[in-house]
Antibody
Framework: QLQLQESGPGLVKPSETLSLTCSVS??????????WAWIRQPPGKGPDWIAS???????YYNPSLKSRVTISADTSKNQFSLRLTSVTAADSAVYYC???????????WGQGTLVTVSS | QSALTQPASVSGSPGQSITISCTGT?????????VSWYQQHPGKAPQLIIY???NRPSGVSYRFSGSKSGNTASLSISGLQADDEADYYC??????????FGGGTKVTVL
């Protein structure tokens, strides 16, 4: 059964870099069918797509975050990661790693990890 | 890119039917049949309930149905049940190769 699990610090200081890793079990992220994505959700608000990666190489970014975001994959570990630089309080949210289907829907979600940006 | 527009709240009595609208533009909902809907209970991750406008994933109740007309998509829930009380979000692919979500609709079962 497919499972996704986020890991990373729950507290990041302003202006520093947020780094999260998603460990995937049950399917290879090298698959040329599915994309792998990061989505965040500020408390009380709707989800916000951050980035997607396909075949471990092709990357797609939310234009509003593109200058600060990097998504990457380590296929040997079956993991993909997110880096978000120069964070502010506005980046505080629950961050989810997600499988994206060819029909561009998000069918499997991790449990989410709360990241708070505060000094 | 602006979020898709959803009503903040919709309510109904058990057994009734409700409909949630999701309005976008010709660059997202109007451009593709790539609209999806998600149900989110408090403290849980969103769950996919509709994809490609009107398709239900395996295991999702037939009581959930989706449709689209122009730049507006809709989610209908028939035979409203207590467990349907949750937040619902629409999402669409866009012509900028990005994904956009709605602000969410809180469904209350009276």
């Amino acid at each position: 059964q497919l499972q996704l699990q986020e890991s990373g610090p729950g507290l990041v200081k302003p202006s520093e870099t947020l780094s999260l890793t998603c460990s995937v079990s049950g399917v290879s992220i090298s698959s040329t069918v599915y994309y792998w994505a990061w989505i965040r959700q500020p408390p009380g608000k709707g989800p916000d797509w951050i980035a997607s990666i396909f075949d471990g190489i092709s990357t797609y970014y939310n234009p509003s975050l593109k200058s600060r975001v990097t998504i990457s994959a380590d296929t040997s570990k079956n993991q993909f990661s997110l880096r978000l630089t120069s964070v502010t309080a506005a980046d505080s949210a629950v961050y989810y790693c997600v499988r994206q289907t060819p029909a561009t829907s998000f069918d499997y979600w991790g449990q989410g990890t709360l990241v708070t940006v505060s000094s | 890119q602006s979020a898709l527009t959803q009503p903040a709240s919709v309510s109904g009595s058990p057994g009734q039917s409700i409909t949630i609208s999701c309005t976008g533009t010709s660059s997202d909902i109007g451009a593709y049949n790539y609209v999806s809907w998600y149900q989110q209970h408090p403290g849980k991750a969103p769950q996919l309930i509709i994809y490609e406008v009107s398709n239900r994933p395996s295991g999702v109740s037939y009581r959930f149905s989706g449709s689209k007309s122009g730049n507006t998509a809709s989610l209908s829930i028939s035979g409203l049940q207590a467990d349907d009380e949750a937040d619902y979000y629409c999402s669409s692919y866009t012509d900028r190769l990005t994904h956009i979500f709605g602000g969410g609709t809180k469904v209350t079962v009276l």
